[in-house]
């Protein structure tokens, strides 16, 4: 138990389908993220959220909506996708600021297959 | 964009064997981080260093922060098969440079461990 959930834990979409992800973090931390896990790549950041505001989208197709309605949750709302967007989707969350503790902690992750 | 090569990929050992991997930059950083993910789930915290030459243990793994702040190892003392799983660097860039706040992961190594 790491302090962060996502649900569903599975998830099988097609292609026209809408879907979104969701993650909640107990910590009490100020920033959260998205991160995708594909096969043999390192992990990519998709975005960051500080203090609910986006500070960083690192040129992800506008077919993954995030959004933070506060800095307890994240979603991640998806439409449309293509099958190589199949992965494993991370959130995590951390503190911000300038101090060298800026550990981030992850969910167990979101598997999407889509077909 | 900031790159870790960590190394080696992949390794398959005995129970009861050490295990060493390393991860090494041509950038400087000023915070290491070491991840496991077991199958199925989101990486976990081992070891956070925070200063060039740290040297910290979490039970039978050790970590240290490269003196040169360009790499860090970390070392696992007779292994079990519960120590499989994806071993994760990750590191962040200090604070002024361009790599500052965001964590960089390395490619990850697969460790099996035969019983």
């Known amino acids: 138990e790491t302090g962060v959930t996502q649900t569903p834990r599975h998830l099988v979409m097609g292609m026209t389908n809408k879907k979104s992800l969701k993650c909640e973090q107990h910590?009490?931390?100020?920033?959260m993220y998205w991160y995708k896990q594909s096969a043999k790549k390192p992990l990519e950041l998709m975005f960051v959220y500080n203090f609910k505001e986006q500070t960083e989208n690192n040129s992800v197709p506008s077919r993954f909506s995030p959004e933070c309605p506060n800095s307890s949750h994240l979603f991640l709302h998806l439409h449309t996708l293509q099958p190589e967007d199949s992965a494993l989707y991370l959130c995590a969350s951390s503190f911000t600021g300038v101090d060298s503790g800026n550990t981030i902690y992850f969910g167990e992750g979101s598997w999407l297959t889509v077909v | 964009g900031q790159q870790l090569n960590q190394s080696p990929q992949s390794m398959f050992i005995q129970e009861g064997e050490d295990v060493s991997m390393n991860c090494t930059s041509s950038?400087?950083?000023?915070?290491w981080l070491w991840y496991k993910q077991d199958p199925g789930e989101g990486p976990v915290l081992l070891i956070a260093?925070?200063?060039?030459?740290e040297l910290t243990s979490n039970g039978r793994l050790t970590a240290q922060f490269g003196i040169t702040r360009k790499d860090s190892f970390l070392n696992i003392s007779a292994s079990i098969p519960s120590d499989v799983g994806i071993y994760f660097c990750a590191s962040r860039g200090f604070a002024g440079g361009t790599s500052y706040g965001k964590l960089t992961f390395g490619q990850g190594t697969i460790l099996t461990v035969h019983p």
């Open positions: 950038s400087i950083f000023n915070t």
């Open positions: 260093l925070y200063k060039a030459g």
């Open positions: 910590l009490g931390h100020n920033a």
